[in-house]
């Protein structure tokens, strides 16, 4: 069974643009995380979907927003790009949400803005 | 109240030694403590994980303990090997609404000497 695969890899931008990042979860999961990983403040919750809604959102600014499709692959976009935005950004997916479910991580979108 | 608080920062051990990751909440909702190990270039993968219910889980040569009325709980890694060598992360989540929400620690990076 393929992993979670998150496009692209790596993304350099500058300040004020914005960027788009995608998530392609295991095959069956419905449910996908992004999280946002820095090395000051750690692995940080972002949004949680499931069948195309938000469930539940992180304490992040509304400049981070996202996006389920009805095949669960998903999308996070962040506008006005700041430079403290530089992070690395986690998708995870897992079966339904639940509390016990396994969440699988893919490797990431290195984002750093100049 | 969210936060989980890991110590140590980073650990070195020698090989065949024994490894000691503690980590401490304060929320009461928290029902269930997954560990993910994380090596560079990678995303976090599932380790071991536990309930409340139980006070210690063993899998190979890694083991969590957990202490509930001290609301704590430790993963001991029994003759590390240089293979270990990795970031660990302990995190929380609760059940019910907290959909997708893994809380993690700070992490800790652990180094095995061989």
């Known amino acids: 069974k393929a992993g979670v695969t998150q496009t692209p890899r790596y993304l350099i931008k500058t300040r004020g643009q914005q960027v788009t990042l995608s998530c392609s979860p295991i095959?069956?999961?419905?449910?996908v995380s992004w999280y946002q990983q820095t090395p000051g403040q750690g692995l940080q919750f972002l949004f949680e979907?499931?069948?195309?809604?938000?469930?539940n959102k992180g304490n992040f600014p509304g400049r981070f927003s996202g996006r389920q499709f009805s095949n669960s692959r998903s999308e996070m976009n962040v506008s006005t790009l700041e430079l403290g935005d530089s992070a690395l950004y986690l998708c995870?997916?897992?079966?339904?949400?639940?509390?016990?479910?396994?969440?699988?991580f893919g490797p990431g979108t290195r984002l750093t803005v100049l | 109240q969210q936060q989980v608080k890991q110590s140590p920062q980073s650990l070195i051990v020698q090989k065949g030694g024994i490894s000691i990751i503690n980590c401490a909440y304060e929320?009461?909702?928290?029902?269930?403590f997954p560990w993910y190990q994380q090596f560079p270039g990678k995303g976090p993968a599932l380790l071991i994980a536990?309930?409340?219910?139980?006070s210690e889980k063993k899998e190979g040569r890694f083991t969590i303990s957990f202490n509930k009325s001290a609301k704590q709980f430790s993963l001991h890694i029994m003759d590390s090997q240089p293979g270990d060598s990795a970031t660990y992360f302990c995190?929380?989540?609760?059940?019910?609404?907290?959909?997708?929400?893994?809380?993690f620690g700070q992490g800790t990076i652990l180094t095995v000497h061989p």
């Open positions: 995870a997916s897992s079966l339904v949400g639940g509390g016990s479910d396994t969440q699988y």
């Open positions: 536990i309930r409340p219910d139980v």
């Open positions: 995190a929380a989540i609760s059940g019910g609404t907290s959909y997708g929400k893994l809380t």
């Open positions: 929320n009461t909702a928290f029902d269930y």
């Open positions: 979907y499931f069948s195309e809604t938000q469930r």
């Open positions: 095959s069956g999961h419905r449910s």
